[in-house]
T-cell receptor, first 115, second 110 residues
Framework: GAVVSQHPSWVICKSGTSVKIECRSL??????MFWYRQFPKQSLMLMAT?????????EQGVEKDKFLINHASLTLSTLTVTSAHPEDSSFYIC???????????FGPGTRLLVL | RKEVEQDPGPFNVPEGATVAFNCTYS??????FFWYRQDCRKEPKLLMS???SGNEDGRFTAQLNRASQYISLLIRDSKLSDSATYLC???????????FGSGTRLSIRP
């Protein structure tokens, strides 16, 4: 089946630094990818839709200047958390829709801890 | 009101029991429905899609009631390995965008 990878799988950083998370579709092309955030004991919340070759679409309440998304190729989307703060500590997961559009393939997630 | 609502649980049942989860959705334009399972600190994994006619996969049965905007998941003969959080997921045809419910935690005890 389709595989989506994420890198890094976990990161610890100091407050104020920027962190880049990569999401790759390994055996299929993805013109669209989705970025989610999950806080402990809560469900996945869609942050933004990443579109290859165009601007990302952000969900209400998500700061586009803080969470920079770049979808430069059909297999790679990146999420950069700029000037990270402790409240940004979370589990970030990306996904890409399957070719049928019926389902989503999820990356393994990136756990971010900002000290 | 949340677009997808689930009972958060937790459900704590003995091995071998039958357990049922319910989910309601508010957007009548929703066209695709899924159950995912998520283990602690892992990404969600698709358990099964849900079709209007209802569908079964081994010990798991999913049903959809469009009129009531209600989805259910039944797990028979539960195993210890079924312990996880079960996420009700709703999508809109052509949009690929899916909305997650908050999840129902299930714990199976020996």
């Amino acid at each position: 089946g389709a595989v989506v990878s994420q890198h890094p799988s976990w990161v610890i950083c100091k407050s104020g630094t920027s962190v880049k998370i990569e999401c790759r579709s390994l055996d299929f092309q993805a013109t669209t990818m989705f970025w989610y955030r999950q806080f402990p004991k809560q469900s996945l919340m869609l942050m933004a839709t990443s579109n290859e070759g165009s601007k990302a679409t952000y969900e209400q309440g998500v700061e586009k200047d803080k969470f920079l998304i770049n979808h430069a190729s059909l297999t790679l989307s990146t999420l950069t958390v700029t000037s990270a703060h402790p409240e940004d500590s979370s589990f970030y997961i990306c996904s890409a829709p399957g070719t049928s559009g019926e389902t989503q393939y999820f990356g393994p997630g990136t756990r971010l801890l900002v000290l | 009101r949340k677009e997808v609502e689930q009972d958060p649980g937790p459900f704590n049942v003995p091995e071998g029991a039958t357990v049922a989860f319910n989910c309601t959705y508010s957007n009548s334009a929703s066209q695709s429905f899924f159950w995912y399972r998520q283990d602690c600190r892992k990404e969600p994994k698709l358990l099964m899609s849900v079709y209007s006619s209802g569908n079964e996969d081994g010990r798991f049965t999913a049903q959809l009631n469009r009129a009531s905007q209600y989805i259910s998941l039944l797990i028979r003969d539960s195993k210890l390995s079924d312990s996880a959080t079960y996420l009700c997921v709703v999508g809109r045809l052509g949009a690929s965008k899916i909305i997650f419910g908050s999840g129902t935690r299930l714990s199976i005890r020996p």
